[in-house]
């Protein structure tokens, strides 16, 4: 079966370092993309990983272990506006666009 | 703005309401999805059309009717719902929908947040 694990809630005081972990057992893998969601809000595109490593834009970097089935989202000089859901992402089956979402994290940074 | 708006932003109807979602995006995109958010449960993926070609039905029941008349365009028909079929409806896009190829970006439209009573 397919399975996106992420942590339901996290916190975080501004200006601090939060990472956001995923986790992940699909048939296949294409590629893990992480979203964010404010709430009322449509999702928004942050990162898309598809070979090991970090990748890094700005604030955020993702990174990926296709051997370990695990990425994580780090969030630096975190900031009050970042207050959202955290959507995890996998393209998990050879062939098909198709993406697999987790449950999302919700994260609330505090002042 | 993501360039993918939706109408109604909310909607509340009965079970035996026929309403109609509606999707619009500006992207210039090939591709059209709907998703379905319910509380504490991850989006789940309910159709996909390509090229106006519906490419992906997963399971989902008939009181859910989709149209994509043209690429701009995507409607969900929605009569004789459930109460358990409240929920957040996404609209997303995508340049393109390819088998065999690494998935194109999504970009969302904001969602009608949908009641049934």
């Known amino acids: 079966g397919q399975n996106i694990d992420q942590p339901t809630e996290m916190t975080a005081t501004e200006g601090a370092i939060v990472q956001i972990n995923c986790t992940y057992q699909t048939s296949g893998f294409n590629g893990l993309f992480w979203y964010q969601q404010h709430a009322g809000e449509a999702p928004t595109f942050l990162s898309y990983n598809v070979l090991d490593g970090l990748e890094e834009k700005g604030r955020f970097s993702s990174f990926l272990s296709r051997s370990k089935g695990y990425s994580y989202l780090l969030l630096k000089e975190l900031q009050m506006k970042d207050s959202a859901s955290y959507l995890c992402?996998?393209?998990?089956?050879?062939?098909?666009?198709?993406?697999?979402f987790g449950t999302g994290t919700r994260l609330q940074v505090f002042p | 703005e993501t360039g993918v708006t939706q109408t109604p932003r909310h909607l509340v109807m009965g079970m035996t309401n026929k309403k109609s979602l509606k999707c619009e995006q500006h992207?210039?995109?090939?591709?059209m999805y709907w998703y379905k958010q319910s509380a504490k449960k991850p989006l789940e993926l309910m159709f996909v059309?390509?090229?106006?070609?519906?490419?992906e039905n997963n399971s989902v029941p008939s009181r859910f009717s989709p149209e994509c008349p043209n690429s701009s365009h995507l409607f969900l028909h929605l009569h004789t719902l459930q109460p358990e079929d409240s929920a957040l409806y996404l609209c997303a896009s995508s340049q393109d929908w390819e088998q065999g190829l690494a998935a194109d970006t999504q970009y969302f439209g904001p969602g009608t947040r949908l009641t049934v009573l």
């Open positions: 992207l210039g995109h090939n591709a």
């Open positions: 059309y390509s090229l106006e070609e519906r490419v």
């Open positions: 992402a996998v393209e998990g089956q050879e062939n098909t666009d198709k993406l697999i």
